[in-house]
């Protein structure tokens, strides 16, 4: 049958995500990092190239789109998916505006749906608005986020700010009576002149009945909510072979530089379950001390006891403080930098079980471990999948979890789930 999504997703842990919906789904998926230079060597269903779009300029991330595109044309994608966060995280220049129009330019289409439903994780749209669990986006805790805060919950404006074309609703009283009101209201925003429509869902049963009107379209963006009603497109229906991996062996470890409330919490719970647990201070970096070694003297005699934690998420006043002091750029590259050093000392040390808590910093992680290539396996909290590298010299377990994923003993959980 050939390749039959391609997946274009603007950050790693983003990308881990949607490929763990498509798993779940029945599809075989990979994930590559950053757009390959070969061709694609496994048959599988579905491939999801990881992209570090979100935060970066729109010219920057449009580029890296598109070479994304042709790559996946290339090896003959049938349906292209942009894969964004299901808090919409975006900057007011961008990028998931500006990314979309590209895509929908290069492949002459006039028409795609945008929404960041995924019920399974209390992402829910109604009415345009997106909530997070029982609030809005912007009393979520996105509005103060580092890199991306979301201060409005209406996304057909959010959206619009950053759209040329027009931007509409296909609000919940189409979605909630299934396929055909769905379609008829798609015909009637096109012949409004609307390209985009921000699509409401609440449950998962609206996301299955919004798959099946997206068959043939050539563009769908979406968070990995909407994955769950794609594969059945394709004729495929859930199967376990699809999540296996290889046996899990080698230490534990965490580290964290997401600073979501639901980190947060995690962080603690994991220190309060008793286990050994290492504090970053970014204010600490500047003045000449080595991180990496201080942490890597910290961890090596505590690894062979169970899993460690090296972290820098903080409470949103402290990140506060270290962002005035270095800029909010330079504190964010500075500490992905220092934690992708320490995951790359701790898998020399003999870490073959590696969980990242954060987007952007698992996207710093990744690529300082030179992994360009994830099976994706079985998962561990919604969203969020076990997968396995098998092109270092010694293969690796890696768990990818966006900052507001997992529950709060999500730590612990994940090795639980290996062993
Ligand atoms: P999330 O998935 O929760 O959004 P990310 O890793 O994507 O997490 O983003 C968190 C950003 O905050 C990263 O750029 C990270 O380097 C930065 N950061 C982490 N800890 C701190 C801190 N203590 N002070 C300032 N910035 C921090």
């Known amino acids: 049958m050939g390749l039959r999504l391609g997946c274009i997703a603007d950050d790693f842990t983003g990308a881990t995500d949607l490929a763990n919906n498509l ?53 003959g994608a049938q349906q292209i998916y942009f894969k964004y966060c299901s808090t919409f995280d975006s900057t007011p220049q961008g990028n998931i505006g500006p990314v979309t129009e590209a895509l929908m330019d290069a492949l002459q289409t006039e028409f795609t749906i945008a929404t960041p439903a995924f019920p399974d994780t209390a992402r829910t749209v109604f009415k345009g608005h997106l909530f997070v669990g029982d609030v809005m986006l912007s009393e979520s805790g996105m509005q103060d986020h580092p890199l991306t805060p979301m201060g409005d919950a209406n996304l057909v404006r959010v959206m619009q700010a950053q759209t040329r074309r027009k931007v509409g609703l296909i609000d919940y009283l189409a979605v909630a009576q299934g396929s055909t009101a769905i379609r008829e209201r798609i015909a009637q925003l096109r012949a409004q002149g609307v390209g985009v429509a921000i699509v409401d869902a609440v449950t998962n049963d609206d996301l299955l009945r ?30 376990p072979t699809a999540s296996a991996l290889p046996p899990a062996a080698g230490l534990q470890a965490v580290v964290s530089g997401s600073c979501s409330v639901a980190t947060n919490r995690q962080v603690q719970s994991f220190i309060d379950a008793g286990h050994a647990a290492l504090a970053l201070d970014p204010l600490q970096f500047m003045h000449g001390a080595d991180p990496v070694a201080q942490a890597m003297a910290w961890a090596a005699p505590r690894l062979a006891d169970g899993p460690v934690l090296v972290y820098s998420t903080s409470e949103p006043a402290a990140v506060k403080a270290v962002q005035a002091q270095l800029g909010v750029d330079a504190a964010g590259a500075m500490v992905e930098r220092v934690l992708a050093a320490i995951a790359c000392a701790l898998v020399a040390q003999g870490v073959r079980q590696l969980v990242v808590a954060g987007g952007e910093t698992s996207g710093a992680c990744v690529q300082a471990l030179g992994i360009t290539q994830l099976q994706i396996g079985a998962q561990i909290d919604p969203g969020v999948p076990w997968c396995h590298s098998a092109a270092r010299a010694a293969p690796l377990h890696v768990a990818l979890k966006s900052g507001n994923f997992g529950s709060t003993d999500f730590f612990l959980k994940a090795f639980r789930a290996l062993s």
């Open 23 to 75: 798993v779940r789904a029945g599809m075989r998926v990979v994930q590559v990092m950053g757009v390959p230079e070969e061709s694609l060597a496994a048959e599988v269903d579905a491939v999801v190239v990881a992209l570090k779009s979100r935060t970066s300029a729109p010219q920057h991330a449009i580029g890296q789109s598109l070479a994304a595109l042709r790559w996946l044309q290339a090896q």
């Open 210 to 239: 919004l798959g099946p009107v997206l068959a043939g379209m050539p563009l769908v963006t979406a968070s990995s909510g909407v994955a769950i009603g794609l594969p059945a497109n394709f004729g495929l229906a859930p199967s």
